[in-house]
């Protein structure tokens, strides 16, 4: 299992911008993050592949930017013009099955949210 350990959540005004931060404890071929909200299930917001191709749920496309650095094994998420409906716990995840997520490893969670 890989260990790893966010930050950058928060509280920001609707409009506002907040980096998310996840440092793993060894490389993965995948890492990511997913979005909480209670009640509902888990979604996926985005990942990167070792190789930096990405993917991106359509709800934050052209709003939200994942990258990663190899060299410290961490991958960032750069959340702009948030909306009330982007609140909710994030989660990194790292996979390093390179065609499953059996395996997977999940972060603790970092709460962000949005409201005036």
């Known amino acids: 299992q890989v260990h790893l350990v966010e930050s950058g959540g928060g509280l920001v005004q609707p409009g506002g911008s907040l980096r998310l931060s996840c440092a793993a404890s060894e490389s993965a071929v995948r890492m990511g993050w997913y979005r909480q909200v209670p009640e509902k299930q888990r979604e996926l917001i985005a990942f990167i592949r070792s190789t930096d191709s990405t993917v991106y749920a359509d709800s934050v496309k052209g709003r939200f930017t994942i990258s990663r650095d190899n060299a410290k094994n961490a991958v960032y998420l750069q959340m702009n013009s948030l909306k009330p409906e982007d609140t909710g716990v994030y989660y990194c995840?790292?996979?390093?099955?390179?065609?499953?997520?059996?395996?997977?490893?999940w972060g603790q969670g970092t709460q962000v949210t949005v409201s005036s």
């Open positions: 995840f790292a996979d390093t099955d390179v065609f499953t997520s059996y395996g997977r490893s």
